[in-house]
């Protein structure tokens, strides 16, 4: 027989269950609203900074020469590798294996929240990039090949979103119990999220503010992707439920 503590859920999923499904439903729009509005609200404050050329600025430009001064050949070689798991190329590889897996084991939810997080955030970087046209370190055309604009940081973005909705999957599809696994997966997730943007800073490709951008933005576009999906979801569930 499995101890007692096996079958008991941990305090969080016991609490959602005692819930009212409407009351369970509020709640997650509430939280995901929130999220939305303190995004928001970074992401206006740095690009406020960065369009006034304020103190923010000065310390950019300082990073970015000194990682540039300080950077080895080794160092070069091994970020450029990370950086290229940020890239839009490998998170278009990703897109698609989860996208086919998820066709081909009939996830439509999941497979929703792929192409709706991929997609718009792609869209919305290119826009921000467009509309705000910050240009790159004085430095990024040493590891760059053509122009692209500075700000947000289109690699931090796309590996928050990639590598963020992959560890959702995962966990959701096995399903994933244990609390030390999920714990692994997302800390796994969060390391080579964490990666991609040290890589664009210590190649000086991007400044520190563009990085904190692309994950502000990135943070947001899953927020509302995510709120949207579950509202859609909770609301059949509730249509579907027999009167009391």
């Known amino acids: 027989m499995k101890p007692l503590a096996e079958h008991t859920p941990p305090p969080p999923r016991r609490l959602i269950a005692r819930l009212d499904p409407r009351a369970y439903l509020t709640l997650h729009v509430i939280i995901g609203l929130t999220v939305c509005v303190l995004t928001c609200w970074l992401f206006a404050a740095i690009l406020d900074s960065v369009e006034e050329k304020d103190v923010l600025v000065h310390r950019d430009l300082a990073l970015a020469s000194w990682f540039h001064l300080n950077g080895t050949p080794l160092g070069d070689r091994f970020f450029a590798i990370v950086s290229l798991c940020g890239s839009p190329v490998a998170m278009a590889i990703l897109f698609f294996a989860a996208v086919a897996y998820l066709w081909k084991r009939h996830h439509p939810t999941l497979l929703t929240a792929w192409v709706l997080s991929f997609v718009g955030g792609t869209l919305l970087d290119f826009a921000m990039k467009e509309i705000i046209r910050r240009p790159r370190p004085e430095f990024a055309a040493l590891f760059l090949h053509g122009d692209s604009w500075s700000f947000?940081?289109?690699?931090?973005?796309?590996?928050?979103i990639g590598y963020s909705m992959l560890a959702y999957t995962i966990i959701h599809l096995r399903?994933?119990?244990?609390?030390?696994?999920r714990v692994a997966i997302w800390a796994?997730?969060?390391?080579?999220?964490?990666?991609?943007?040290?890589?664009?800073?210590?190649?000086?490709?991007?400044?520190?503010?563009?990085?904190?951008?692309?994950?502000?933005?990135?943070?947001?576009?899953?927020?509302?992707?995510?709120?949207?999906?579950?509202?859609?979801?909770r609301r059949a569930e509730l249509r579907r439920a027999p009167a009391p």
Do not use: E, K
Request: glycine share 12%; hydrophobic share 50%.
């Open 188 to 233: 796994g997730a969060a390391i080579m999220i964490a990666l991609v943007g040290y890589s664009r800073l210590y190649l000086a490709v991007h400044f520190l503010s563009d990085v904190v951008a692309g994950y502000t933005l990135g943070v947001l576009w899953l927020a509302v992707c995510f709120t949207g999906l579950h509202l859609v979801n």
């Open 175 to 181: 399903p994933v119990q244990s609390t030390g696994a």
């Open 152 to 160: 947000p940081s289109g690699h931090s973005m796309g590996s928050l």
